[in-house]
């Protein structure tokens, strides 16, 4: 009876300790990912950024987790972190490119937009992408559309002149808060894609506001749809 304990005991010990192997490895691989993409944006120079120290925080407490076992916990912290980091970078690019542009050639390019889109419009693999309420955050169930959006994009850049990305709202909020929030989601969008390896020079973020609504009514599924990131790409 005892022998059959200790076997039983040594079975739980072992299982116990693969379940920690198998946690920890992952852990420090997506802490490396997350402390990569940091260093990334610290080169891009996004020190400086909100997105940069929200990354930092976030990865400073996944190690606190870590420390104490919490391996899930930790693991979402550094996957918000790294995509935070990434995001910094990219608006950093962002605004090292706009800085380069003059008032006139940035309006030249808002006219372009805006004069062509009806006409160069085409069709393209590109899906949009949606917020929760009174957030720009892009959601962790969306990133994935993103980074599919990104390769396109990238493979497809010699074909396009510009890749508009327009921030949408739904009706709730006044016109004038709905089109800062527009601009918002359109931005973390253009950032994020920026810093996975878009060009700044062919991406636009452009916000509708509830000026434009995909769905329209006063429900829960109208707000939703409503709530979104959608793209344009303008033809050469």
């Known amino acids: 009876m005892i022998k059959g304990k200790g076997i039983l005991f040594f079975v739980m010990i072992l299982v116990l300790g693969m379940y920690v192997v198998s946690c920890g490895p ?67 690019i962002s605004g090292q490119y706009m800085a380069t542009m003059s008032d006139t050639e940035i309006e030249v390019q808002s006219d372009y937009l805006a004069t062509q889109k009806p006409l160069l419009q085409t069709a393209s693999g590109l899906q949009d992408v949606f917020f929760n309420y009174d957030s ?29 990305v327009e921030g949408y709202c739904d009706i709730r909020g006044t016109e004038e808060y709905n089109l800062a929030l527009g601009q918002r989601r359109a931005e973390s969008v253009k950032s994020y894609l920026v810093g996975v390896g878009v060009s700044p020079a062919i991406i636009q973020a452009v916000s509708k506001g509830e000026t434009e609504q995909w769905a329209p009514g006063a429900t829960e599924y109208a707000y939703q749809q409503n709530r979104r990131a959608h793209f344009v790409t303008v033809g050469k």
């Open 26 to 92: 992952k852990a420090d691989k997506e802490l490396t990912d997350a402390e990569d993409a940091l260093l990334a944006a610290q080169e891009a120079g996004a020190e400086n950024t909100p997105q940069y120290q929200e990354a930092e925080e976030l990865i400073a407490r996944a190690k606190e987790l870590m420390a104490a076992g919490k391996q899930n916990e930790a693991r979402s912290l550094l996957e918000e972190a790294r995509f935070k980091a990434i995001e910094a970078k990219g608006q950093a």
């Open 136 to 164: 720009a955050d892009v959601r962790a169930d969306t990133r994935g559309t993103l980074d599919s959006n990104a390769g396109y994009i990238i493979n497809n850049a010699s074909s396009m002149k510009l890749v508009a």
